[in-house]
């Protein structure tokens, strides 16, 4: 036999001392009403009275046990969920400060995450990359904490100026590898700008893995300059540094791994097939061991412990 809540049943020590002030409540009792009556002109007359203080005492102590939870023995219980893990991939990488698409690129990624996310029935895992991609959360039930990452992303974040899609596409994957029997796919919010040199390598990995590799494009083809607090971003001659949107790198991705290309999708019906991807998910079958209750006998003499005081109770009046 175990307990829920073992440190309860320290309040066992105090049934002595409820005994004893119900043995010196039932002796008042008596004291007084032979002062003014005798039991029988009272019209009672109960022998087995004397028992009451006694099974109120046990009564006490049987409803101690019950509420320290007592189980004895397992039992399988079967659960079914419908669950698909999501990994939401951002690019943070200075390129999307430009504001080409009525706000900032990164403002627009962090609004199109989170709604994202909010519809999410499953676990969701957060990667940030520059030119080196960084876990800020692994996969997790807790939405309302991802939203809460999202709102903090700025560009420059990471801290290695650059921008390697592939890195951060390998990062992704070796979060799903954590849980490789369940569903699961990549959402990747980027304005496509690929500086590092694992894309192909990131693909064949995701095509291996039967991982789709969803894209959303932020930004225009013909280009913007980089905004910072101190104007326009500037290269080493003093020119103005102009990023460019590039659909062909997203759409490749896309199409190679099985996933859905988007570009600047700003209406929430735009990424309808993602809200709908994420709730078509497989059924995960496990079974958990659950302990057996036992506190119904404790409880059940408690029951049937106050109900026989109760009726020795007769002589009271």
Same mark, same amino acid.
Do not use: C, H
């Given at each position: 036999?175990?307990?829920?809540?073992?440190?309860?049943? +320290? #309040?066992?020590?105090?049934?002595?001392?409820?005994?004893?002030?119900?043995?010196?409540?039932?002796? *008042?009792?008596?004291? #007084?009403?032979?002062?003014?009556?005798?039991?029988?002109?009272? &019209?009672?007359?109960? %022998?087995?009275?004397?028992?009451?203080? +006694?099974?109120?005492?046990?009564?006490?102590?049987?409803?101690?046990?019950?509420?320290?939870?007592?189980?004895?023995?397992?039992?399988?219980?079967?659960?079914?969920?419908?669950?698909?893990?999501?990994?939401?991939?951002?690019?943070? !990488?200075?390129?999307?400060?430009?504001?080409?698409?009525? *706000?900032?690129?990164?403002?627009?990624?962090?609004?199109?995450?989170?709604?994202?996310?909010?519809?999410?029935?499953?676990?969701?895992?957060?990667?940030?990359?520059?030119?080196?991609?960084?876990?800020?959360? %692994?996969?997790?039930?807790?939405?309302?904490?991802?939203?809460?990452?999202?709102?903090?992303?700025?560009?420059?974040?990471?801290?290695?100026?650059? !921008?390697?899609?592939?890195?951060?596409?390998?990062? !992704?994957?070796?979060?799903?590898?954590?849980?490789? $029997?369940?569903?699961?796919?990549?959402?990747?919010?980027?304005?496509?700008?690929?500086?590092?040199?694992?894309?192909?390598?990131?693909?064949?990995?995701?095509?291996?893995?039967?991982?789709?590799?969803?894209?959303?494009?932020?930004?225009?083809?013909?280009? !913007?300059?980089?905004?910072? %607090?101190? &104007?326009?971003?500037?290269?080493?001659?003093?020119?103005? @540094?102009?990023?460019?949107?590039?659909?062909? @790198? #997203?759409? $490749?991705?896309?199409?190679?791994?099985?996933?859905?290309?988007?570009?600047?999708?700003?209406?929430?019906?735009?990424?309808?097939?993602?809200?709908?991807?994420?709730?078509?998910?497989?059924?995960?079958?496990?079974?958990?061991?659950?302990?057996?209750?036992?506190?119904? +006998?404790?409880?059940?003499?408690?029951?049937?412990?106050?109900?026989?005081? $109760?009726?020795?109770?007769?002589?009271?009046?």
């Amino acid at each position: 036999m175990n307990f829920r809540d073992v440190n309860l049943l +320290w #309040l066992l020590a105090l049934v002595p001392f409820a005994a004893a002030m119900f043995l010196a409540r039932e002796r *008042t009792r008596s004291r #007084l009403a032979r002062r003014f009556a005798s039991e029988r002109l009272r &019209g009672v007359t109960n %022998p087995v009275r004397a028992l009451r203080p +006694w099974l109120l005492a046990i009564a006490v102590a049987a409803a101690i046990v019950a509420l320290a939870g007592p189980y004895a023995g397992f039992t399988t219980v079967p659960i079914t969920a419908r669950e698909v893990n999501r990994i939401v991939v951002i690019d943070v !990488s200075n390129s999307m400060a430009a504001q080409d698409v009525g *706000t900032s690129r990164i403002a627009a990624a962090r609004a199109l995450a989170k709604r994202i996310i909010e519809t999410q029935t499953g676990r969701v895992a957060l990667v940030v990359f520059e030119a080196q991609p960084e876990v800020a959360s %692994p996969l997790t039930t807790d939405a309302d904490a991802v939203i809460a990452l999202i709102d903090s992303v700025e560009p420059g974040e990471v801290g290695e100026a650059g !921008s390697d899609i592939g890195s951060a596409i390998l990062a !992704s994957l070796r979060l799903i590898e954590a849980d490789p $029997s369940q569903k699961a796919d990549i959402v990747l919010i980027s304005d496509g700008e690929d500086q590092g040199t694992r894309l192909r390598e990131a693909i064949q990995r995701a095509k291996a893995m039967n991982v789709p590799v969803s894209t959303i494009l932020l930004g225009s083809p013909e280009g !913007s300059a980089i905004s910072t %607090p101190d &104007g326009p971003l500037r290269d080493d001659s003093g020119q103005i @540094v102009t990023t460019y949107a590039r659909a062909d @790198v #997203l759409e $490749s991705i896309a199409k190679e791994t099985g996933g859905k290309a988007f570009v600047n999708p700003f209406a929430e019906k735009a990424i309808a097939p993602l809200i709908a991807d994420a709730r078509t998910a497989i059924d995960r079958r496990t079974e958990v061991r659950v302990p057996i209750d036992r506190y119904q +006998w404790a409880l059940a003499l408690a029951f049937f412990a106050f109900l026989g005081g $109760s009726f020795l109770n007769r002589g009271a009046e």
